[in-house]
């Protein structure tokens, strides 16, 4: 008997209402995007901050990047952050961090949770500054405003089209594959493209012209995220891609990792269902799957009917049309107390139990 949960998350307000990421898209420096899993460990951090701090994505995974903030700075990092898990709320902070040129950089770090539709967080995404350098800032505050708006806008567009879960893997690649040139500085050149299959060797993406970005899930690679420049080079630059526009591609990448994992997630509790409901069909038992339904103070006062196995229907008359989505006692409101007990017991302990009942309705005696 499961349990489904009462909880209550605000949905996630639209994103041109949010301004927690910074205003930094364009202004970063260095430009830094990160990714973590609902409790707060690190899945993916931008190569400019791995750069920084002289430290690989692996030690940063878990809490391997605390150990490079500032001793000072440690506790209020780690109670900031117990705290927006627990409410969900955003992340705002700034700390220092220990470089590898034997200096501490002030790092503002913002984010906000990605939530699927019924308000459960995904997981969360923000970027870093370094706010060491407030003439370069500035500078850069000064130039790009406009295409710093985009690329908010683009940012959350993908994330919420991936938190959305409309449609199937296909579909979430091709919402996507229409938002990512939004990203980049020269929109109408560049050409993404993802290919997913199980065995991927993807070429590196040391070279001008294009990125290629492996999406992973469960540590297994099952595709990559290509993005090719179309237009001719540059004359002033080697690489038409700017850092930032690179590190894009990777972030969004395992975003798709985590959309993978979803479906195979899904698929997987299909394949389960399909195989519940074959060996039920096959049991000489009635089998009915219930959960429970809970008032406001969380005691069990009905039992929603989930499931039926082919006996069950023919035992009682209901088939599955009739039954699934229906309170058990506003379908049997005769069933014995001695039912009623048993069940209310087995919802709050989790304990078997076994009772023997008169339906009236049925004009039978039953063995639960």
Known sequence: MKEPSQSEIPVLPDPEEIEILPRAIEEAIPYGIWIARPGGDILYISRSFLDLTGMTLCECQQSGWLRCLHPGDVDMILAGRARCIASGGFWSHEFRVFGTDGK?????????????????????????????????????????????????????????????????????????????????????????????????????????????????????P???????????????ACDPFRPQERDFVRAIATMLGIAIAREEVKEALRSLERQHRLLSDQVPESIILLEAIRNSAGEPVDYRCIDINNRAREEIGYGRGDIIGKAFFELFPDCSPELRDTLHRVAETGTPEYCETYCQERDGHYKV
Request: hydrophobic share 35%; glycine share 14%; net charge neutral.
């Open 222 to 236: 099952v595709g990559c995220l290509e993005v090719e420049y179309r237009g001719s080079l540059p004359l002033d």
């Open 104 to 220: 501490y950089h002030t790092i503002q770090s913002r984010g906000m949770p990605i939530r699927d539709e019924e308000g459960k967080i995904l997981l969360w995404a923000g970027v870093n500054l370094d706010v060491g350098g407030p003439a370069e800032l500035r500078q850069h505050r000064t130039s790009g405003r406009e295409k710093r708006g985009m690329r908010m806008q683009t940012l959350s567009g993908i994330s919420r089209a991936i938190a959305r879960e409309e449609g199937d893997l296909q579909g979430i690649c091709q919402q996507v594959i229409a938002w990512m040139p939004g990203g980049f500085r020269h929109p109408d050149l560049v050409s993404p493209r993802i290919t997913l299959g199980r065995v991927i060797s993807p070429p590196g993406d040391d070279h001008p012209g294009r990125i290629v970005a492996m999406i992973v899930s469960g540590g297994v």
